[in-house]
């Protein structure tokens, strides 16, 4: 399998469930994001991770937590959420170029989330 | 703080009709410009990294400028396959590896 992949591309689930999304990539790059894609609005960066290492929360609720146990390996877990947090969360990965020419991202299909 | 702005917010276009779609972007330094392309439901697909004023990259139908204050992307006698949103991104310096976006363009091509 090639490119950026994420487990389940479906999720419905209550506001009392925890439940984990995945994502891995098979680009060999070193750094890997979160984003949440609301209807009308940005993609708004979640959680960056450089090497292995979180380098940017972009302010998200503690609800969720992400993990990142390799290069290719990215899991957001979830509990306790809200209705307002129904959306396509996606995945993306990059070399983790921090300097120079720009870092292009490359992005999974998504995990349509719905919260009950 | 960067800023990405991108007109119109929709186009309905006739197959065959040329047109295209504007990205203004405000940074402190450019590292890149990225053009990605988003079926409904789908993850972005990426179209085209711009690094500098006065590149430009084709692909296709597709062909996307930049200038130092905005990019375009060009379609060329489109085709109903080409309705999608596209999406504009820029990445700044000191910024890290952090895409700003727009809010897209959302095409649609019709017979």
């Known amino acids: 399998e090639t490119g950026v992949t994420q487990t389940p591309r479906h999720l419905v689930m209550g506001m009392t469930n925890k439940k984990s999304l995945k994502c891995e990539q098979h680009?060999?790059?070193?750094?890997m994001y979160w984003y949440k894609q609301s209807a009308k609005k940005p993609l708004e960066l979640m959680f960056v991770y450089n090497f292995k290492e979180q380098t940017e929360n972009n302010s998200v609720p503690s609800r969720f937590s992400p993990e990142c146990p390799n290069s290719s390996h990215l899991f957001l877990h979830l509990h306790t959420l809200q209705p307002e947090d129904s959306a396509l969360y996606l995945c993306?990965?990059?070399?983790?170029?921090?300097?120079?020419?720009?870092?292009?991202?490359?992005f999974g299909p998504g995990t349509r989330l719905t919260v009950l | 703080e960067d800023q990405v702005t991108q007109s119109p917010e929709a186009l309905r276009l006739q197959e065959g009709e040329s047109s295209s779609l504007n990205c203004s972007y405000t940074?402190?330094?450019?590292?890149?410009l990225f053009w990605y392309r988003q079926d409904p439901g789908k993850g972005p697909e990426f179209l085209f990294t711009l690094y500098s004023a006065g590149e430009e990259k084709e692909k296709e139908r597709l062909k996307a400028t930049l200038t130092k204050k905005e990019s375009f992307l060009h379609i060329t006698a489109p085709k109903p396959e080409d309705s999608a949103t596209y999406l504009c991104a820029v990445q700044a310096d000191g910024g890290g590896n952090k895409l700003t976006f727009g809010t897209g363009t959302q095409l649609k091509v019709e017979l």
């Open positions: 993306a990965s990059s070399q983790a170029l921090t300097r120079g020419r720009g870092d292009t991202q490359y």
């Open positions: 680009l060999g790059h070193n750094a």
């Open positions: 940074v402190s330094g450019l590292r890149g």
